[in-house]
């Protein structure tokens, strides 16, 4: 008997597996905001990839330079070797990003995903300042490999390295202990660094996400930011930004911190750098601070030049205005919508997280955002939980995805919610009875 597509990955694919375990469906074409599985379901995508395809699928300006870049014999494969495709990249991303942001950084490309990113980060830190720990923030994710492992919060994917996760010490993010502005995690921290008896050495870095993804959407305050920079100026210790899944315009502009008129001195970015999902990350350093040896971190595949051309094209959202301009509007009818849901549906005693293209509610039912997820890809919208109970469903639609695509994302989450509200209600009749 002919075993089809799910049955073959079920069997011959690691345990490891979890997205097909979310969306158990075969997915056979993707454009813009929408999937389409080989039944010819359709599907709205508000996943994006977890943030790698801010820009949708199979963006039509990318793929016609992609295409014509391979049947030209384009270089595939030069690691840091001397490329056009390279070069040009590199020229766009100062001329459109940089230098209109008064922004001065170095460009390394430290291999292809956002853990490598991270890594060469706290490598260099480490390196530059002669310090070995680094903190870090309750509920952050910064990657897999055990440099950034050892900086990450959850309790899951830590006692997954296996061994003990050390030289990093975790502080509490802004509002970790609650809502309210009753405790300032920041005096707190400071006096860590204050007390020669704390424990805590002063650091290498702090590397934080002004919004957690992963972490459950938790978004800090511009303040709280700025607070956090001048104690980093104060003490000598590097501010390392991890932008990998909130920025390239995910929460509003390109870089998530720049609300917040700060300039960090490492940036970590990966995901959506590379405009179509292909794999680039960009370590953005401080010209003060790149004392790499030649060679001292390298990668087979740092020089990825297929995501180079696609990359170079995805800046020309950027060139116009209009387009930033574009995100920040829809984002306030999302911040809208998920408030109105929250206010039409206090049976799911939820509340509004995270900022930009990345909010989401909070629940404080056990498995309502989970069921909420579910009930959503049956409805054909796909969408993910974050946060260490999953008690987050979160809006991740491209950023440049079109109004009626937003509009019917947001009726088919509303209809999860009431499902949702209903099964709910059911099981605790069945149960009482």
Request: aromatic fraction near 10%.
């Amino acid at each position: 008997m002919t075993k089809n597509h799910l049955e073959i990955i079920e069997e011959h694919e690691s345990c490891v597996r979890s997205y097909v375990r979310s969306f158990p469906t075969v997915f056979t074409q993707a454009r813009g905001y929408k999937m389409w599985n080989e039944d010819g379901k359709e599907y709205i995508d508000f996943f994006s990839g977890a943030g790698a395809l801010n820009y949708g699928h199979n963006e039509p300006n990318m793929k016609k330079k992609l295409v014509e870049y391979i049947l030209d014999d384009g270089i595939t494969h030069s690691l840091d070797k001397a490329t056009e495709a390279k070069s040009e990249f590199l020229h766009k991303f100062h001329e459109v990003i940089l230098q209109p942001r008064n922004l001065d950084y170095k460009v390394m490309f430290p291999g292809p995903t956002g853990t490598n990113t991270v890594e060469s980060a706290l490598k260099l830190a480490r390196k530059v300042t002669g310090r070995t720990e680094v903190i870090s923030f309750t509920n952050g994710f910064h990657g897999m490999t055990i440099g950034a492992l050892s900086v990450t919060g959850n309790s899951m994917k830590r006692k997954g390295a296996g061994i003990p996760l050390n030289h990093s010490v975790t502080m509490p993010y802004d509002q970790f202990v609650n809502e309210s502005d009753e405790m300032d995690t920041l005096a707190y921290l400071e006096r860590f660094l204050d007390d020669n008896g704390s424990g805590v050495s002063i650091p290498a870095a702090i590397i934080l996400e002004t919004v957690q993804g992963e972490g459950g959407l938790n978004a800090a305050r511009f303040e709280w930011l700025n607070k956090l920079d001048a104690i980093c100026k104060k003490w000598g210790i590097l501010l390392i930004i991890d932008d990998v899944q909130a920025g390239v315009g995910r929460t509003g502009t390109f870089f998530s911190f720049e609300p917040a008129n700060i300039k960090p001195d490492i940036v970590c970015l990966s995901k959506s750098i590379g405009g179509y999902g292909l794999p680039l990350a960009l370590t953005l350093i401080n010209p003060e601070l790149d004392k790499w040896k030649p060679g001292e971190h390298n990668g087979t595949f740092r020089g990825n030049n297929h995501a180079f051309i696609t990359a170079t094209e995805a800046l020309s959202y950027w060139e116009d205005p209009k387009f930033e301009k574009s995100i920040q509007d829809k984002a306030v009818k999302i911040t809208d919508f998920l408030t109105n849901m929250v206010e039409k549906y206090p049976e799911m005693k939820g509340f509004v997280k995270g900022r930009g293209f990345m909010q989401g509610i909070s629940s404080d039912i056990d498995g309502f955002s989970e069921k909420v997820c579910e009930n959503a890809f049956n409805h054909g919208l796909i969408m993910e939980t974050a946060g260490g109970h999953d008690q987050v469903f979160k809006l991740f639609p491209a950023i440049n995805i079109a109004e009626e695509g937003l509009e019917k994302g947001f009726e088919l989450i509303e209809r999860s919610i009431k499902d949702t509200i209903k099964q709910m209600k059911l099981e605790k009749e069945t149960v009482t009875n």
